[in-house]
């Protein structure tokens, strides 16, 4: 079963368990599988293992125990080179944007292009013109292309998450990862995020994992929720399913402790400011 769930998914997690130095468990028997075109929310408390859920996908985190199957490749026990290469096919969007600040919005997101370049036209910055043609077409999906030359330092926090999205994206990635994008913004830079995150993710087909806190931002864009609770999955299924006990279960709570979410439509153009 699992050789054809490896076949028909781009991503699998076969029975993995993360344990830190300090005792701490941060994922416990954690088995699923991601197929493309897929949209997946992965919520939960803090510390219930969100990130190290997505770091181990391109083994910032090393595993413990079990296995990570990506494009075909088991990446438990990718090494050098063969892990540069690996990592080159996904793309990862951080709360902290990771850009070169004194660099141009431009440089950075022709950044997205180093793991696809030999060590020395990397370092010297020599980027093919095809290269900087599609991170200038990139920039203007992104509404960002008047700001090509600025720094990148200079940029409001939503435009930044803007310009690591089309860093992602210029390395033809085929996953995405994003941990907590919309954590440093307001409502409106947040929706503007969300909304390109979608956009561009369905255009080229490619499946995106999207930590969370916000529980109706995951409601109203994932074709799937993935609910944590202390390194466990407790719930994973479409977002209708999502039920008051089920939050309870993810956020080991009564729902009358969780702050009520944007719950229609009304409601979230009020608060989204659409």
């Known amino acids: 079963m699992l050789l054809e769930n490896q076949m028909e998914s781009i991503l699998t997690f076969d029975h993995v368990t993360k344990r830190y130095g300090n005792g701490v468990c941060a994922l416990k028997d ?3 599988s991601v197929r493309p075109g897929e949209f997946i929310s992965i919520i939960g408390p803090s510390g219930s293992g969100k990130s190290t859920l997505l770091r181990s996908i391109n083994k910032l985190i090393s595993t413990t125990e079990g296995n990570i199957f990506f494009d075909g490749e ?3 026990a990718l090494r050098g080179g063969k892990l540069r290469k690996n990592r080159s096919k996904i793309g ?3 709360q902290n944007y990771n850009l070169v600040y004194n660099l141009s919005v431009l440089q950075n997101v022709l950044h997205g292009r180093l793991g696809h370049m030999s ?5 010297l910055g020599l980027y093919p013109e095809a290269d900087k043609e599609k991170a200038w077409t990139l920039l203007e999906e992104m509404g960002l292309e008047k700001f090509g030359y600025n720094k990148a330092g200079n940029l409001s926090g939503g435009q930044k998450q803007r310009v690591g999205i089309a860093r992602a994206i ?3 990635p085929k996953i995405l990862l994003c941990d907590e994008p919309i954590a440093s913004l307001d409502p409106s830079s947040a929706k503007v995020i969300m909304d390109l995150l979608k956009s561009t993710a369905q255009k080229r ?5 999207v ?9 109203r864009y994932s074709t799937r929720i993935i609910g944590l609770h202390a390194g466990e999955i407790v719930f994973d299924g479409e977002p209708e399913s999502l039920s008051d006990s089920v939050l309870e279960r993810i956020y080991g709570t009564s729902i009358s402790n969780l702050v009520a979410g944007v719950s229609d439509e009304k409601d979230w153009q009020q608060a989204y400011a659409v």
Do not use: K, T
């Open 30 to 32: 954690v088995s699923l």
């Open 74 to 76: 088991n990446v438990s």
């Open 92 to 94: 990862m969007i951080f």
């Open 119 to 123: 060590g020395i036209r990397g370092i």
């Open 170 to 172: 210029i390395q033809d």
């Open 205 to 209: 087909g490619i499946p995106c994992l």
């Open 211 to 219: 930590n969370l806190h916000q529980v109706d931002v995951a409601m």
